[in-house]
């Protein structure tokens, strides 16, 4: 090595050796904090609910949120024996009705369940509150603007419950905690949410209409409608528009009208919202998807690590949080879901306190338009 090099050498190691010491480039220090857990009173209220449609398997968890709120389930209504049977095997040996209008048309049953096949979500609920009983359908709950209409005049007409379970949100613990964190304050003033909602595709295991957007909406209808709620929520939006929106399909030459990615931008009074929303998850990944959701506010932000932690934390519902005092990281793996409780008081009690029924309508009608209107994207095979 030249003197001069020696010299530069010595320079840089030096300035790095000062750098370390200077304030601001020390590592950070993130304090961990876990919260509490709190048991769970008992439920206040009784009500007497059935299930119609087990085609997606997020009924289990529907059905399991409506029986911890007091929900008793008195029957049930499928035409699939495998469905049938592993619903039995989760929730015991459930009466079988022979129609669905016998459910419909038996006055003891206050509210109906349901994950039929998306395009038939709507029409249901529609005959569900026609009947005098509300509605708790699976996401997502109106597969075209049309049906939208159709169900808000619906609630006009009967003033009946049409409750969708935007399950990211409602039922995963740390999205709970980080909503008590905004309405607290704790980061300011939201002005944006982005969403990222990588889901494995699984293909031996998808009914045929998987695969046709007819049926289930199109991607941004379909697993969007979560990410959509999540935006009008922590925005706190009322009203709310699409500034931009594309869908593709990348990956799937098999399924040509399949869609195995979407993005788009959103805008309400309460702040700005990106989402994407794909098919991607690689199989190397031990659970479904890396749900990630960023909360940006005024004097912080917050980050969800829903469902894994691929940097080495166990489990799910890892919360980060930074804020002009500190940055933390909060695990939720212990805090409650207040989903189910409060949905069958609002049943009993004419309220709206588990979802607001106007916000649960825009969310659906952000990703109607954002489908309807959404540019293709061609690619090359």
Not at 364 to 373: F, G, H, I, R, Y
Request: hydrophobic fraction near 40%.
């Amino acid at each position: 090595m030249s003197d001069v090099e020696r010299r530069l050498f010595l320079r840089a190691a030096g300035s790095a050796g000062l750098m370390s010491i200077m304030p601001g480039h020390a590592e950070a220090h993130i304090a961990y904090e876990k919260v509490s857990p709190v048991e769970q009173e008992a439920a206040e209220h009784s009500i007497n609910f059935a299930v119609i449609g087990l085609d997606h398997y997020h009924i289990m968890g529907i059905t399991a949120a409506v029986q911890r709120g007091g929900g008793k389930l008195v029957s049930v209504y499928t035409t699939s024996d495998k469905a049938l049977a592993d619903f039995r095997a989760k929730f015991g040996d459930v009466r079988l009705a022979r129609s669905e209008d016998e459910i419909l048309n038996d006055p003891s049953i206050q509210l109906i369940a349901a994950a039929p096949i998306p395009d038939r979500r709507a029409p249901l609920g529609i005959r569900a509150m026609q009947h005098g009983k509300d509605y708790l359908s699976d996401k997502p709950a109106i597969t075209t603007l049309e049906q939208l209409a159709e169900v808000r005049k619906a609630i006009r007409q009967t003033k009946r419950i049409f409750a969708i379970m935007y399950s990211e949100r409602l039922e995963v613990k740390a999205a709970v905690k980080a909503g008590e964190l905004v309405h607290a304050g704790a980061i300011g003033r939201v002005v944006q949410t982005v969403n990222l909602a990588p889901h494995k595709v699984n293909d031996i295991t998808r009914p045929d209409w998987f695969w046709d957007p007819a049926r289930y909406g199109g991607i941004l209808c379909d697993i969007g409608s979560h990410q959509a709620d999540q935006f009008v929520f922590y925005t706190g939006s009322k009203t709310a528009r699409v500034t931009a929106a594309q869908i593709a399909n990348f990956n799937h030459p098999q399924h040509p009208e399949f869609q195995d990615f979407g993005d788009m931008m959103l805008h309400g009074e309460g702040g700005a919202g990106y989402v994407r929303v794909d098919w991607f998850t690689p199989d190397g990944l031990e659970t479904w998807g890396d749900g990630r959701l960023f909360i940006l506010g005024t004097n912080g932000y917050i980050e969800l690590r829903k469902y894994v932690d691929i940097a080495g934390r166990k489990s799910g519902n890892h919360l980060f949080i930074v804020d002009n005092k500190s940055a933390r990281y909060m695990d939720c793996a212990d805090a409650v879901l207040p989903f189910g409780p409060q949905f069958v008081a609002d049943i009993v009690n004419r309220t709206h306190n588990a979802q607001d029924q106007e916000q649960a309508l825009l969310a659906t009608e952000l990703v109607l338009a954002a489908q309807k209107n959404a540019i293709r994207l061609q690619v090359a095979s």
